[in-house]
RNA sequence: GAAGAGAUGGCUGAGUGGUUGAAAGCAUCGGUUUCGAAAACCGACAUAGACGCAAAUCUAUCGUGAGUUCAAAUCUCACUCUCUUCGCCA
């Protein structure tokens, strides 16, 4: 959400932003939004003027009641109802004027930095950098719930009797290794300074709808039956709606954190082939990075949180590579934004494992998330980034970790975590 | 889940219908004093919005939302949260 104020006095920027984004349908937008907050602020100040005049008035049939002028005050009290009720009509009209801009600035995507490339959507995508070798085996990989099911390592049979496709039993080593990638992702962030947290894994609908858009809401967000509750898509809306409504010292930031949460997704809509599996699940654990800051610091994390992801999977040996997203494809809320991506050997290309945003002030302006200041009080920056989501994470440790005899090597980081387990070796049935 | 008590500015805390945006204290900042500091004294000290070069002024806000009233921090209702006691439970 951006300023009204400066949408007010910088009209064109904002429209060059919404043509940079091939949302021409939006256009119209701006000028509307300008129109409502003029006619806004005139019916705000006519409101003002009458509670002004009321104000004064019911103070005086104080003074005249205590001196026991009754009829006076009787008189003045018409007055006053005369007042109230324009004032009824003029308040009606401000809260719907309130409205209607609130609905469309939330519509209005936030000014995207000016190194973001200009592409309509996710196929204009740049490839920044790659980092790692990626290799292609001369064996073929099987796909990863047969790699996982040859180690007795998953059920997804069972999950479907009980919950429904999109949901999965990961059993024994594979299950360990998924712990065990959080946990290495955890350490590997509080290494990095960030403080482990584990948040509410459900929120109240005022932090859903503060943390994302009515179309994302319902097509994500499961909710609790008989209780104003939803559970989590990801832990970030539980962390940033941790700093909702409030001023924050300026010698407390940043807020740099860690956070663990299984996150929970409808995912209304159909997918490919490439997204059977654990790929795209309604179910499934993560651990993110979240950095609140000043403002003037936020591009420094931005890129800071990039290169930890690209570091935490390359101690892992995974080949990965950067893609920045393009400005079509960036969500309304994001000033810039770069998936990771890791390196599949069996289809050859790379797929999305993290993505790290920029949102600017953008949702700490719709969430009141504030810093303090002597000279008036401004909006922080919100950042959030992919540790590691095991599930999709897996997918690539076991592709690239694969060996044409069918075990999967554990990277020397993991076994730690695996009990000293360096292989896990195919369950001969 | 049941009953009771409560929610006021950065903090403590007064305030039960009429110059109360809110006493007092603490904290913070500026000044006087001092060689310097402490103490003392004087002063400043909420947020958001409108208007304006600025100063000033006006409006809203005492957990949230609604209601009663000419007028609400103060009365009524709903909700949220906190505390106490009981119950239940990892």
Redesign the pocket.
Known sequence: MLD??FVRENPEIVKDNIKKKFQEHKLELVDKVIELDKQN?ET??K???L??Q??????Q???L??SGKKEE?EN??TQ??II?DELIATEENEKKLAEEIKLIMMKIPNIIHESVPIGKDDSENVEVKRFGEPIVPEYDIPYHTEIMESFDGIDLDSARRVAGNGFYYLMGDIARLESAVLSYARDFMIGKGFTYCIPPFMIRSDVVTGVMSFEEMDAMMYKIEGE?LYLIGTSEHSMIGKFKDQ?LAKDKLPYNMTSFSPCFRKEKGAHGIEERGVYRIHQFEKQEMIVVCEPKDSYDWYNKMWSYTVELFRSLDIPVRTLECCSGDLADLKSKSVDVEAWSPRQKKYFEVGSCSNLTDAQSRRLGI?V?ADD??YYAHTLNNTVAAPPRMLISLLENNYNMDGSVNIPKVLQPYMGGLEKIEKKNK
Do not use: F, P, W
Request: aromatic share 0%.
């Open positions: 009204i104020k602020r705000k100040q409101g003002d003027e509670r002004q009321r104000n004064a008035l019911s103070s049939i104080g003074t009641m205590q005050a003045i009290k006053v109802n109230n104003d001023i504030r303090k008036g009080n």
